[in-house]
């Protein structure tokens, strides 16, 4: 079993339906990313978490240390949007990446 | 402008012919990491380093090394490239691992 699960690995959406991403993970945490990877390539990094929830225009994040779930959200979808979202945690020094989630808006 | 850069962006070398890839960043960060992406396996992290002079192994270090003598650099070394190692490769650095990473845009090696 992965130490990192994500959920759906695959999801399509119409265009401003709202878009939920699931992590849920099996080790201890000091904090847990969001990154984004666009059909480009580049890598950019959307959130990190250690307790509660963060928003940043449309995107928010939030995370469950008791449960060891984490969920991206996305609020009015747009297919600039798509992309593969990857959650990423971190314990001692290492960062553990899950698969991604790959996300299909369309218009 | 901060950043975190790679160079060669793209490499198309033949089986044990030893290349360097480098990545470089100014934002003064403590910790830096190499990362190869593959198809259906995600991301996986090769090596980190917390600090100058202070590296060690991630989940699959097999057949690379690196080496940390300046904050700012972490060059990612193939002494004896194979195709297995057929990749995209991203750096990344941060202050530390639990702080946003920011990544170089990816090389792109095809070992023939």
Same mark, same amino acid.
């Given at each position: 079993?992965?130490?990192?699960? +994500? @959920?759906?690995?695959?999801?399509?959406? +119409?265009?401003?339906?709202?878009?939920?991403?699931?992590?849920?993970?099996?080790?201890?945490?000091?904090?847990?990313?969001?990154?984004? +990877?666009?059909?480009?390539?580049?890598?950019?990094?959307?959130?990190?978490? @250690?307790?509660?929830?963060?928003?940043?225009?449309?995107?928010?994040?939030?995370?469950?240390? +008791?449960?060891?779930? @984490?969920?991206?959200?996305?609020?009015?979808?747009?297919?600039?949007?798509?992309?593969?979202?990857?959650?990423?945690? @971190?314990?001692?020094?290492?960062?553990?990446?899950?698969?991604?989630?790959?996300?299909?808006?369309?218009? | 402008?901060?950043?975190?850069?790679?160079?060669?962006?793209?490499?198309?070398?033949?089986?044990?012919?030893?290349?360097?890839?480098?990545?470089?960043?100014?934002?003064?960060?403590?910790?830096?990491?190499? *990362?190869?992406?593959?198809?259906?396996?995600?991301?996986?992290?090769?090596?980190?380093?917390?600090?100058?002079?202070?590296?060690?192994?991630?989940?699959?270090?097999?057949? *690379?090394?690196?080496?940390?003598?300046?904050?700012?650099?972490?060059?990612?070394?193939?002494?004896?490239?194979?195709?297995?190692?057929?990749?995209?490769?991203?750096?990344?650095?941060?202050?530390?691992?639990?702080?946003?990473? *920011?990544?170089?845009?990816?090389?792109?090696?095809?070992?023939?």
């Amino acid at each position: 079993k992965n130490e990192v699960e +994500q @959920s759906p690995q695959n999801l399509t959406a +119409q265009e401003g339906e709202f878009i939920t991403i699931n992590c849920s993970y099996s080790v201890g945490i000091s904090a847990l990313h969001w990154l984004q +990877q666009h059909p480009g390539g580049g890598i950019v990094s959307l959130f990190m978490l @250690s307790s509660g929830k963060k928003k940043h225009g449309r995107l928010i994040a939030t995370i469950n240390i +008791q449960e060891k779930h @984490s969920s991206l959200h996305i609020t009015a979808s747009h297919p600039r949007d798509s992309a593969v979202y990857i959650c990423v945690v @971190s314990g001692s020094e290492k960062l553990v990446f899950g698969k991604g989630t790959k996300l299909t808006v369309n218009p | 402008e901060a950043q975190v850069t790679q160079n060669p962006r793209y490499l198309i070398t033949v089986t044990g012919k030893k290349l360097t890839v480098t990545c470089s960043q100014n934002m003064n960060h403590e910790y830096m990491s190499w *990362y190869r992406q593959d198809p259906g396996l995600g991301l996986r992290q090769i090596y980190y380093s917390m600090n100058v002079e202070v590296t060690d192994k991630g989940d699959v270090p097999e057949g *690379y090394k690196v080496s940390r003598k300046e904050k700012r650099n972490f060059p990612l070394i193939l002494e004896s490239p194979s195709p297995n190692q057929t990749s995209l490769y991203f750096c990344a650095s941060s202050f530390a691992q639990t702080y946003e990473q *920011y990544f170089g845009p990816g090389t792109r090696l095809t070992v023939t």
